[in-house]
């Protein structure tokens, strides 16, 4: 089973930005690979996914037009660069790992290596 670490986690003010990174124990290049978050008493949310093999990738409604999600295979790493930062954005964020049907939907059930998590804060 695939060790995911993240980090890159900080505080930042409304607008700014934020990079994440995951790196995977062993390749990850045909994996489905995705960002979930989870902020204090909220159910977690799937925030961004990628299929590398082909390029597939999707986002959360909230995020479009300011999260990208890469992922650079020859690192075994994912990212998630994270642009106009607002406080919903504050939470625990992971990484995760999965089958290629993984990347058809934000279903964290079919997801089966986590990351420890690393925390993202906004203030205003």
């Known amino acids: 089973q695939v060790q995911l670490v993240e980090s890159g986690g900080d505080s930042v003010q409304t607008g700014g930005s934020l990079t994440l990174s995951c790196v995977a124990s062993?390749?990850?290049?045909?994996?489905?690979m995705a960002w979930f978050r989870q902020a204090p008493g909220k159910e977690r949310e799937g925030v961004a996914l990628i299929y590398s093999y082909n390029q597939y990738k999707d986002y959360v409604d909230s995020v479009k037009g300011r999260f990208s999600v890469s992922q650079d295979n020859a690192k075994n790493t994912l990212y998630l660069q994270m642009n106009s930062l607002k406080p919903d954005d504050t939470a625990m964020y992971y990484c995760?790992?999965?089958?290629?049907?993984?990347?058809?939907?934000?279903?964290?059930?079919?997801?089966?290596?986590w990351g420890q998590g690393t925390q993202v804060t906004v203030s205003s």
């Open positions: 062993i390749s990850i290049n045909k994996s489905c």
């Open positions: 995760a790992s999965g089958p290629k049907s993984a990347c058809n939907d934000f279903y964290p059930t079919d997801f089966q290596s």
